[in-house]
T-cell receptor, first 113, second 113 residues
Framework: DAKTTQPPSMDCAEGRAANLPCNHS???????VYWYRQIHSQGPQYIIH???NNETNEMASLIITEDRKSSTLILPHATLRDTAVYYC??????????????FGSGTQLTVLP | EPEVTQTPSHQVTQMGQEVILRCVPI?????FYWYRQILGQKVEFLVS????????KSEIFDDQFSVERPDGSNFTLKIRSTKLEDSAMYFC???????????FGPGTRLLVL
């Protein structure tokens, strides 16, 4: 699976959009970009994933650049409860075998009141 | 919304004792995983399981570890003879298929004294 690079930490004001970048310059054509977050020591929580098109769900939006070498997770109106470590994971999706998720160090997002 | 559950939430044991961590995956999911996170470190993959067999395992998953699906709902991780370095959060996850999103449980905090 391709390696990802994320800033170690970011701050965001409550109510503002949080834009979390991820670089995955070695991504290949069949690799998806997944985002998870971990609040304190809770289990990782799935947020969103995409292949090449931008995606939106009730939690966030995922913007993937046209060359797919980077992406941005957008939390449109950050709240204090969004304070967490956010992980960008690139994952190949083969058929026929379960594939592990490889977690990096992620970005610690702190939403400030 | 269906979710992965884990019991117990906390477990304290003496070094050398056996522990069994339990997980109830999402009911229609077929692929099951264990991950662990030592305090302050990354989430690490241990093992994946499908059709009553291990699909993949990491080098962490040595002979002291075993997994089982004893009935139609539970998925267990057994550590035969715990060591101090087994102290960690252990997360169970499940997915509908190997290509599908993995959903994590809240974790079991294991402390080996």
């Amino acid at each position: 699976d391709a390696k990802t690079t994320q800033p170690p930490s970011m701050d965001c004001a409550e109510g503002r959009a949080a834009n979390l970048p991820c670089n995955h310059s070695t991504i290949s054509g069949n690799e998806y970009v997944y985002w998870y977050r971990q609040i304190h020591s809770q289990g990782p929580q799935y947020i969103i994933h995409g292949l090449k098109n931008n995606e939106t769900n009730e939690m966030a939006s995922l913007i993937i650049t046209e060359d797919r070498k980077s992406s941005t997770l957008i939390l449109p109106h950050a709240t204090l409860r969004d304070t967490a470590v956010y992980y960008c994971i690139v994952r190949v999706s083969p058929s026929g075998s379960a594939r592990q998720l490889t977690f990096g160090s992620g970005t610690q997002l702190t939403v400030l009141p | 919304e269906p979710e992965v559950t884990q019991t117990p939430s906390h477990q304290v044991t003496q070094m050398g004792q056996e522990v069994i961590l339990r997980c109830v995956p999402i009911s229609n999911h077929l692929y099951f995983y264990w991950y662990r996170q030592i305090l302050g470190q990354k989430v690490e993959f241990l093992v994946s399981f499908y059709n009553n067999e291990i699909s993949e395992k990491s080098e962490i998953f040595d002979d002291q570890f075993s997994v089982e699906r004893p009935d139609g709902s539970n998925f267990t991780l057994k550590i035969r003879s715990t060591k101090l370095e087994d102290s960690a959060m252990y997360f169970c996850a499940s997915s509908l298929a190997p290509r599908e999103t993995q959903y994590f449980g809240p974790g079991t905090r294991l402390l080996v004294l």
